[in-house]
């Protein structure tokens, strides 16, 4: 279990996350919803140790983890599949998937799950990972987080800007990494359906804060329309 108990979060001087207050149970997924700019990256950020500086307490199936740098906390299980991908052009698809398992401190390689999941991907190891559509680079960042042998995964709108008939693959594959995996997973998702198919459970962000959470069929139309609608 990740849990985060008054966290507060500062880039600079601008504080970003105020007394946050999150669960997310062990094997779950938990749905991270919100508007634009309310403090959702920041959450993933902070608990990867990647903001300025932060405060509280931040535990992961009981080790507290808020003190420890970065590389640590990859090292303690948890991986990143950041906004955007984050995929290197130049390096092929294979060195973008071994480059997620030097964040860890077990053995380097491609993960076993990686031909299953993503066929193409396996097929096509020593292309150029800039020549990627979207949905594949998606795949690639999903690929280079499973090669560190996470426990915990942080998802930051997978399927943001990706083509309409791929979102439905992606989605599928990450509701495979927690009921076959048993990874838990962060999700921070603006489809409000997705969330609903996917998690356990939600915490919704609103100025820095978690201002309502809990299981995922507690979540009403009524907070999506007052905390979600644009
Ligand atoms: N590197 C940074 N330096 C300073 N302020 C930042 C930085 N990154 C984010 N912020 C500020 O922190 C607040 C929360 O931003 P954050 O990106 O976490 O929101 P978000 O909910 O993930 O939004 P989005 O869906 O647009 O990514 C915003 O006010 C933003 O301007």
Known sequence: MLSLTHVDS????????????????????????????????????????????????????????????????????????????????????????????????GPRGIPEIVPDLFPYLMDNLDRPGGVLSGGQQQQLAIARALACAPS??????????????????????????????GLTILLVEQNVPFARRAASSFVMVEHGTAVEAGRIHALTEDMVARHMAI
């Open 10 to 105: 500062f880039y600079g001087r601008s504080q970003a996350l105020h007394d946050m207050n999150v669960t997310a149970p062990k094997g779950e997924i938990l749905a991270v919803l919100g508007r634009n700019g309310v403090g959702k990256t920041t959450l993933l950020r902070t608990i990867l140790g990647l903001t300025d500086r932060s405060e509280g307490t931040i535990s992961l199936d009981g080790d507290e983890i808020s003190s420890m740098p970065t590389h640590d906390r990859a090292r303690s299980g948890i991986a990143y599949v950041p906004q955007g991908r984050m995929i290197i052009p130049d390096f092929t698809i294979r060195d973008n998937i071994l480059m997620g398992g030097f964040a860890s401190s």
């Open 152 to 181: 915990l995964l942080l998802m930051d709108e997978p399927t943001e800007g990706i083509q309409p008939n791929i979102v439905e693959q992606i989605e599928d594959i990450i509701i495979r990494l927690n009921r076959d995996l």
